[in-house]
């Protein structure tokens, strides 16, 4: 038996998951002293509304290697191969937890874990084409090597709105440290070399959402892609900024999802982003 394991931070559209049969081991995130497993006992809106009602930012974090373990082995039986494909280990503990577990577990299975120097729907378009290349009869090893070979051409480009949420966060690079000044603009970021980065300042909402495209029209020009858009509670956004980017990108498929808690936490609602995924 051949599984695919990711984690929460992985975003993918309603039923990806049963028809990809990708498991998902969930984020950990932690308001005051109480601790929820993201979409297990805590999802978006109940996330959102937490914020709203305690006015505090939680605290995210990886699973353990025990929980990895624990994962496994109840996704797996004996003998089975697990290919385990995680967030950015440049943001995260993650992929390091995996491989941990996957040393603890070798003699039970055979568990790969991979890192996908990304996130959000960047790592769901990832799961989803390891099972495309599985099921026409592609190896691990070969595999591996396309996933190797993609995830240093994935654009994310993010533009937020509500600049609390990264101002509290420890993990979005240069941002953090130039909020401070920063308070009447609306910054874009990019997830490049597996690190989240500030690269342009923008006055107003609309002006960065044309530069969100902008950039992306810059860095992909025609070549074929997966047109992705995520959203932090923010759907009406979400759907303009795809109407206007399947205008402008030569998108052989288009998706629209939401924001995974664990990036909305840092992030922060109203956050709208492209994610382009090269078509092989």
Known sequence: MYHIVTDSTADMPAGWEKEYNI????????????TYLQ?????NEGFYRLVDETKKIPKTSQPSPHQFMEFYKKIAQEGDTILSIHVTSKLSGTYASAVLAAEELKKIFRVVPVDSAGGSLGLG???REAR???RVGNSVEQIVQYL???RERVLIIVALDRLEYARMSGRVGTLSAALASLLNVKPIAVLKNGLVDM??????????????????????GDQPIYLGVVHARDIVSGKALMAEAKKRFNSKETILTDLSISLAANFGPGTV????YPVE
């Open 132 to 134: 495309r290349l599985e």
């Open 23 to 34: 498991d998902i081991i969930p984020i950990n995130i932690q308001f005051g002293e109480k």
């Open 199 to 220: 690269v342009e300042k923008v006055r107003t909402r609309k002006a960065s959402l044309e530069r969100v495209i902008e950039m992306a029209v810059e860095e992909i």
């Open 148 to 150: 190797e070979g993609i």
């Open 39 to 43: 979409n297990v006992d805590l999802d």
């Open 273 to 276: 982003g492209l994610v382009l």
């Open 125 to 127: 378009l990832m799961c």
